[in-house]
């Protein structure tokens, strides 16, 4: 008899992660075959020469022997305080280590607050694009996602009359992304103002996911939410992944901030699902009050001559140059998403031409469509490759274009 095949769950016919989807398998068979692709596909500092700070992997190395048991399912109390006592001095209400959870990376902690938040059905507010989790991790709960534009022309930010327009009486959540990824947008202060207030006037949870918080450009001024929350229910994502350089490390947390009284069951919530994955990793978790505490290790790759900046210049650089392109200059975090003028082109498609590159020109990009859009002509590519090789990269690209344009 014919084996059947293993059934799959269907919640998993809407989930897409094209970041690591079918043109990053492409990309390994090609390497199989010895060629040499240059990976802009995936944020992952350890991957393009950076490393973690000394000072957080020396407390990471030194308490090794201290970290053999399973920990308090919401973290170790010393990383705990170290974020509370971050969270209070930024003026988040009501912050304090009972309510800090720290997972096994962002990741983890974006599914475990959306499963403890939704009902079947129910309605998530994520911006578009997305980081591509967001929307994952709202289906495979049972949740539906509606998207607000933060289209190219308006500078990747969105509207807060359109956000309230999507609103329904099936709206639980209102997702921020800021700085965000994959536009590297940084949300004005009014402009968060104004999202709080649609948050409080429906009564929506503020998730606002941080973990590019120190990672800026040119002087933006990053604003957290929470401080502007208030008492209003609020969950801060962030993590060592990114700024700390250690995506390895696999060490995130959230940050409930509000009034205490509201937040009770979803707390609760919080630490039943928590208790249920034991602990996460523990001996990396000895490396956040020393990454929190410690030397600012960033500022130094995003100013003028760091790497990060340059390799940001080198981006935009290679965006004037080109015939075809356009990008609203990330003003944080760690990538660019340019488009692609129409006007070169029939019919764009951001997924052949993402294809094409990948087998004419070895390089190695995500398709925007992959972060929830709509327009065809996205693509998102990271910052941390040397500014030299950023440089090489756009010549590739502008060679992909031509010859699609060429038809
Ligand atoms: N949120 C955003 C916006 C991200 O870009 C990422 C990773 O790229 C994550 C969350 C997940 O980060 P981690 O699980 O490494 O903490």
């Known amino acids: 008899m014919a084996q059947r095949n293993v059934p799959v769950s269907s919640r998993l016919g809407d989930v897409r992660y094209e970041i690591r989807g079918a043109l990053s398998r492409r990309a390994r068979e090609l390497e199989a075959e010895g060629r040499e692709i240059i990976r802009l596909n995936i944020g992952n500092p350890g991957l393009f020469g950076f490393s973690v700070p000394v000072h957080v992997r020396a407390a990471v190395e030194s308490r090794l022997a201290q970290s053999e048991a399973y920990c308090h399912q919401q973290g170790?109390?010393?990383?705990?305080?170290?974020?509370?006592?971050?969270?209070?001095?930024?003026?988040?209400?009501?912050?304090?280590?009972?309510?800090?959870?720290?997972?096994?990376?962002?990741?983890?902690?974006?599914?475990?607050?959306?499963?403890?938040?939704?009902?079947?059905?129910?309605?998530?507010?994520?911006?578009?694009?997305?980081?591509?989790?967001?929307?994952?991790?709202?289906?495979?709960?049972g949740g539906r996602a509606r998207y607000y534009p933060c289209p190219a022309s308006r500078g990747h930010l969105p509207d807060p009359d359109e956000?309230?327009?999507?609103?329904?009486?099936?709206?639980?959540?209102?997702?921020?992304?800021?700085?965000?990824?994959?536009?590297?947008?940084?949300?004005?202060?009014?402009?968060?103002?104004a999202l709080v207030r649609v948050a409080e006037r429906h009564r929506l949870l503020l998730l606002s996911d941080e973990i590019y918080d120190g990672i800026l450009y040119d002087q933006a001024a990053f604003q957290p939410l929470a401080p502007l929350a208030g008492d209003l229910p609020c969950v801060t994502y962030s993590g060592l992944s990114k700024m700390h350089r250690a995506c390895g490390y696999r060490v995130g947390w959230i940050s409930l901030s509000g009034?205490?009284?509201?937040?009770?069951?979803?707390?609760?919530?919080?630490?039943?699902?928590?208790?249920?994955?034991?602990?996460?990793?523990?001996?990396?978790?000895?490396?956040?009050?020393?990454?929190?505490?410690?030397?600012?290790?960033?500022?130094?790759?995003?100013?003028?001559?760091?790497?990060?900046?340059?390799?940001?210049?080198?981006?935009?650089?290679?965006?004037?140059?080109?015939?075809?392109?356009s990008v609203v200059e990330p003003q944080g975090a760690l990538y660019a998403f340019p488009s692609v003028r129409n006007e070169h082109?029939?019919?764009?498609?951001?997924?052949?031409?993402?294809?094409?590159?990948?087998?004419?020109?070895?390089?190695?990009?995500?398709?925007?469509?992959?972060?929830?859009?709509?327009?065809?002509?996205?693509?998102?590519?990271?910052?941390?490759?040397?500014?030299?090789?950023?440089?090489?990269?756009?010549?590739?690209?502008?060679?992909?274009?031509?010859?699609?344009?060429?038809?």
């Open 163 to 193: 956000v309230e327009s999507l609103i329904t009486p099936r709206t639980r959540a209102l997702v921020l992304i800021n700085p965000n990824n994959p536009t590297g947008a940084v949300y004005p202060t009014d402009l968060l103002k």
């Open 76 to 141: 170790l109390m010393a990383a705990r305080e170290a974020i509370a006592a971050r969270e209070t001095a930024r003026g988040a209400f009501g912050a304090h280590a009972e309510n800090v959870f720290i997972g096994n990376g962002v990741s983890e902690l974006i599914d475990l607050t959306l499963r403890a938040l939704l009902n079947s059905s129910e309605e998530v507010l994520l911006p578009s694009p997305d980081y591509p989790l967001w929307s994952a991790a709202t289906v495979l709960n």
């Open 345 to 407: 082109f029939s019919q764009f498609d951001d997924e052949t031409f993402a294809l094409d590159l990948l087998e004419t020109e070895n390089v190695l990009v995500v398709p925007g469509t992959g972060f929830n859009i709509r327009e065809r002509n996205h693509f998102r590519l990271t910052l941390l490759p040397e500014p030299d090789q950023i440089a090489d990269v756009f010549d590739r690209i502008e060679r992909c274009l031509d010859r699609l344009a060429a038809g």
């Open 259 to 325: 009034a205490d009284s509201k937040l009770a069951e979803f707390r609760s919530a919080l630490d039943l699902l928590s208790a249920l994955r034991l602990c996460a990793n523990v001996p990396t978790q000895w490396g956040v009050a020393p990454a929190i505490n410690g030397p600012d290790t960033t500022a130094a790759l995003t100013s003028p001559g760091g790497r990060l900046y340059e390799a940001r210049r080198a981006v935009i650089e290679g965006v004037r140059n080109s015939e075809f392109l």
